[in-house]
C-alpha cells in the first residue's frame, strides 16, 4: 500500500509508517507484541517523521526492553495478581459474570475479571492492561492534583492548571501558558519519582527549555535530582 513504509533499523527492528489524512501529530505506538508504529500526519514528510523517530529512539529501545523482559518472564495478568499503586493496590479477581467489574475501596481498587476470562488468550490480556490503565487514570485524577499543589506551595511555584491523561512517550509537560499535564502511569511509581516529576515540570514555569540554568534550577530544588532522574529512566510508562 502507497500510504504504508517500512524500514528496519539496527537498534529497533522494523518500524511501520503509517499516512493518516486526519492525524495532526506524528506518533509513536508500541504494541505488546513489540511492533513498533509511526503514525505520520498528511502534511508530513517520512523524511521528517524519521526524524522524530530517533529523537524518540531510547525510549523506544527502553519500552521494547521492558516488553521482552515481561516476555521471558512470562508475565501474564491473571486472577490473583496485585499490582500496587500510590498509597493502595489493584487486585485482581475471578468474577462470575462476563463482564469487567471496577470495586474501589479508599485508595485501592478490585478488578474482577469475567467469568470466561483466559489468561493465555492475548486478546483477554490487551484487555485486562487497559482495564489496570483506566483504573490508573480515576486513581490519577484524584491523588496527582493535590500533590502537585502541595509541592508547587512548598517551593513557591505556580502553574496555570493541570490535566491529567494517559500519555504515550511521556511522564509530564508543560504548556507555554504553564499549562501542565502529568501522566496518569505515574499512580504506578514511588512518591520520589511523583515528586521529581511534579517538579521537573514546576521548573518549566520558569524556564521553558533544558537549559543549564533549568537544571541548576531543578537541582536547586531536588539536591538528589540526578538520581531521582535515573531511577526514572528505569521505568516504563503504563502506556
Not at 167 to 193: D, E, H, Q, V
Amino acid at each position: 500500500m502507497k500510504n504504508i513504509k517500512y524500514v528496519t533499523y539496527e537498534e529497533i527492528g522494523t518500524v511501520m509508517y503509517r499516512k493518516n489524512q486526519r492525524a495532526r501529530n506524528i506518533s509513536i505506538r508500541i504494541s505488546r507484541e513489540g511492533d513498533v508504529r509511526v503514525t505520520v500526519p498528511g502534511w508530513c514528510s517520512y523524511h521528517k517523521a524519521e526524524g522524530f523517530l530517533f529523537q524518540k529512539r531510547d525510549w523506544i529501545k527502553q519500552k521494547l526492553l521492558s516488553l521482552k523482559r515481561n516476555k521471558e518472564r512470562n508475565l501474564v495478568w491473571k486472577a490473583g495478581d496485585s499490582i500496587e499503586i500510590y498509597q493502595g493496590k489493584i487486585e485482581l479477581t475471578a468474577g462470575n459474570t462476563d463482564e469487567y467489574r471496577i470495586f474501589q475501596n479508599g485508595g485501592s481498587y478490585r478488578l474482577n475479571l469475567p467469568a470466561t476470562f483466559d489468561p493465555g488468550n492475548s486478546l483477554h490480556q490487551e484487555k485486562v492492561f487497559q482495564e489496570i490503565k483506566s483504573i490508573g487514570l480515576i486513581a490519577a485524577r484524584e491523588i496527582l492534583p493535590g500533590i502537585l499543589e502541595d509541592i508547587a506551595n512548598k517551593h513557591g511555584f505556580s502553574f496555570e492548571r493541570l490535566t491529567v491523561r494517559q500519555m504515550k512517550s511521556r511522564w509530564g509537560s508543560c504548556s507555554a501558558t504553564n499549562r501542565i499535564s502529568l501522566s496518569s502511569a505515574l499512580i504506578f511509581l514511588p512518591y520520589s519519582l511523583i515528586e521529581y516529576v511534579c517538579l521537573h515540570e514546576l521548573t518549566h514555569t520558569v524556564h521553558k527549555n533544558h537549559s543549564r540554568h533549568f537544571w541548576a534550577a531543578l537541582e536547586k530544588e531536588l539536591p538528589d535530582m540526578l538520581e531521582r532522574r535515573k531511577a526514572l529512566r528505569k521505568q516504563t510508562l503504563m502506556a
